[in-house]
C-alpha cells in the first residue's frame, strides 16, 4: 500500500486542527496550547508546532497529514513541514473581514511549494458568512493565473475533508512529476529483476536515470498588479481601518501610538505626540505608490522600522490609507504584528 504526505495551512482559526480531528484514524498528534493573545477571540488554544493525522484513501494508500501552526511567528514550521510533502490544503476562514488577504498572503507564503504540488483550496465557515461566495475565490486564484480547485469545507465533518483530501490524491496521481516518478521506479524495479535473473552470479551496476521535473503549476506573477487588484476586489469589504478597529489596536500592551492617513500623506488621526515621527509616517503613506512603480516588485503592504531606544514603528498600507502604530521597543514586533493582523480580520 502506497502513501501520500500532505499539508494543510491556513490561518489561525480556520479549521486545520478541527480537520485533522475529523478524519484522522489514529490518536491525533498536537501541539495546542492555550491562547494569550489576540487568537483568543476566536479560539482557546492554538498550534504553535504542528498537527498530525492519517486516513485511509479511498484507492487503497495512506495520507499522512500535517498540519502547521496559523499564526505566522510560528512560520519557520511551515518549511519544515513542506519538505517531501505531496500535496497542499489551504483552508480559509469564510467569517473573517478580509479572506481575499489571507488568501494572497498564503499563496505567496507557499509559492515555492505550489509549483510542485498540487493545490486545493478549502473555504471553511460559509454556514457563519455566506460571502465571498466560492466563484469569488475561483476568480481570485485566476486573477494570478492559479488553477486549483476550491471546495466547501465544514472542518468538523468527516466527509467535506475527506471530500478535499480525496480531490487533492486525485491530482498527485494526475500529476506529469508524480506518474513519471512512479513509471520510473516501477521500470528501473522491473530492468533490475531481469538482469538478476540473466546474470544471478554477478553484481548488477544499477545505472541511475534523474527524474523528470514536475510540470509546475502555473503561478503568475504574486508580486505583479495583480496582487493590488486581489486585495481590493472583494465587495463585501468597506474600510480597512474603521474607528473600532483603530480603537481595538489601540489597546493592545506596548503599543504608544497609531496615526491614519490617506493615500497623499493627509493625517486623518493620530495620537502620536512627536511631529517628526508623524511628518515621516504621513511621507511614507504618499511616496508608497512612487517607490512600488519604480521598483516594479509589486505592492508594498508592511513595512517595519525598529529603534534601539526608542519606540518601533510598524506601518499598514493600504490602497487608500496608511496606519502607522508605534509600539514599546520591548514588545515583540512578530506577536505584535500578529495581534494587529487578527484585529483586522477579526474585529
Given at each position: 500500500m502506497?502513501?501520500?504526505?500532505f499539508?494543510?495551512?491556513?490561518p489561525?482559526?480556520?479549521?486545520k486542527?478541527a480537520?485533522?480531528?475529523?478524519?484522522?484514524e489514529?490518536e491525533?498528534f498536537?501541539?495546542d496550547?492555550n491562547?494569550s493573545?489576540?487568537?483568543?477571540?476566536?479560539?482557546?488554544s492554538?498550534?504553535?508546532?504542528m498537527?498530525y493525522g492519517t486516513?485511509?484513501?479511498?484507492?487503497g494508500?495512506k495520507?499522512?497529514i500535517?498540519?502547521t501552526?496559523?499564526q505566522?511567528?510560528?512560520?519557520?514550521?511551515?518549511?519544515?513541514?513542506?519538505k517531501?510533502?505531496?500535496?497542499?490544503?489551504?483552508?480559509?476562514?469564510?467569517?473573517?473581514?478580509?479572506?481575499?488577504r489571507?488568501l494572497?498572503?498564503?499563496?505567496?507564503?507557499?509559492?515555492?511549494?505550489?509549483v510542485?504540488?498540487?493545490l486545493?483550496?478549502?473555504v471553511t465557515?460559509?454556514d457563519?458568512?455566506a460571502?465571498?461566495?466560492?466563484?469569488?475565490?475561483?476568480g481570485?486564484l485566476?486573477a494570478?493565473?492559479?488553477?486549483a480547485?476550491?471546495?466547501?469545507?465544514?472542518?468538523?465533518?468527516?466527509?467535506d475533508?475527506?471530500?478535499?483530501?480525496e480531490?487533492?490524491s486525485?491530482?498527485v496521481?494526475?500529476?506529469?512529476?508524480?506518474?513519471a516518478k512512479?513509471?520510473?521506479?516501477n521500470?528501473?524495479?522491473a530492468?533490475?529483476?531481469t538482469a538478476v535473473a540473466a546474470?544471478?552470479?554477478?553484481?548488477?551496476?544499477?545505472v541511475?536515470?534523474p527524474?523528470?521535473?514536475?510540470t509546475?503549476q502555473l503561478m503568475?506573477d504574486?508580486?505583479?498588479?495583480?496582487?493590488?487588484?486581489?486585495?481590493?476586489?472583494?465587495?463585501?469589504t468597506?474600510?480597512?481601518?474603521?474607528?473600532?478597529?483603530?480603537?481595538?489596536?489601540?489597546?493592545?500592551?506596548?503599543?504608544?501610538?497609531?496615526?491614519l492617513s490617506?493615500?497623499?500623506?493627509?493625517i486623518l488621526?493620530s495620537?502620536i505626540?512627536?511631529?517628526?515621527?508623524t511628518?515621516?509616517?504621513?511621507?511614507?503613506a504618499?511616496?508608497?505608490?512612487?517607490?512600488e512603480e519604480?521598483?516594479?516588485m509589486g505592492s508594498i503592504n508592511?513595512?517595519?522600522?525598529?529603534?534601539p531606544?526608542d519606540?518601533?514603528l510598524?506601518?499598514?498600507?493600504?490602497?487608500?490609507?496608511s496606519?502607522?502604530?508605534a509600539?514599546n521597543?520591548r514588545?515583540?514586533?512578530p506577536?505584535?504584528?500578529?495581534?494587529?493582523e487578527?484585529?483586522l480580520q477579526?474585529?
Open positions: 502506497g502513501r501520500y504526505k499539508l494543510v495551512s491556513g489561525v482559526g480556520a479549521g486542527t480537520a485533522i480531528d475529523a478524519v484522522t489514529t491525533r498536537n501541539t496550547v491562547v493573545d489576540t487568537a483568543g477571540l476566536r479560539k482557546e492554538t498550534t504553535v508546532a498537527d486516513v485511509a484513501m479511498s484507492n494508500k495520507a499522512h500535517y498540519g501552526p496559523g505566522e511567528r510560528f512560520d519557520f514550521m511551515w518549511e519544515v513541514l513542506s517531501g510533502t505531496e500535496g497542499l490544503l489551504l483552508l480559509f476562514d469564510n467569517s473573517r473581514n478580509h479572506p481575499q489571507d494572497l498572503h498564503y499563496l505567496r507564503a507557499f509559492s515555492s511549494l505550489i510542485k504540488v498540487p486545493v483550496i478549502g465557515r460559509m457563519i458568512k460571502r465571498p461566495v466560492l466563484d469569488d475565490y475561483r481570485w485566476a494570478i493565473k492559479i488553477d480547485p476550491v471546495v466547501k469545507v465544514d472542518a468538523r465533518e468527516r466527509v475533508v475527506l471530500n478535499a483530501l480531490i487533492l486525485e491530482k496521481e494526475a500529476s506529469t512529476g508524480y506518474q512512479a513509471n520510473e521506479s521500470t528501473r524495479t530492468d533490475h529483476q546474470a544471478p552470479k554477478q553484481i548488477a551496476a544499477e541511475s536515470t527524474t523528470p521535473t514536475p509546475p503568475g504574486l508580486h505583479s498588479s495583480h496582487t493590488r487588484a486581489l486585495v481590493d476586489s472583494s465587495a463585501e468597506g474600510s480597512l481601518f474603521n474607528d473600532e478597529v483603530i480603537e481595538r489596536i489601540q489597546e493592545l500592551r506596548g503599543v504608544t501610538g497609531i496615526m490617506d493615500d497623499m500623506g493627509e488621526h495620537s505626540e512627536d511631529e517628526e515621527v511628518d515621516f509616517s504621513a511621507f511614507l504618499s511616496v508608497t505608490p512612487i517607490i519604480s521598483l516594479g508592511r513595512v517595519t522600522l525598529k529603534s531606544k519606540d518601533n510598524n506601518f499598514f498600507i493600504e490602497t487608500e490609507q496606519l502607522t502604530i509600539s521597543r514588545v515583540s514586533i506577536v505584535l504584528t500578529q495581534q494587529i487578527d484585529v477579526w474585529g
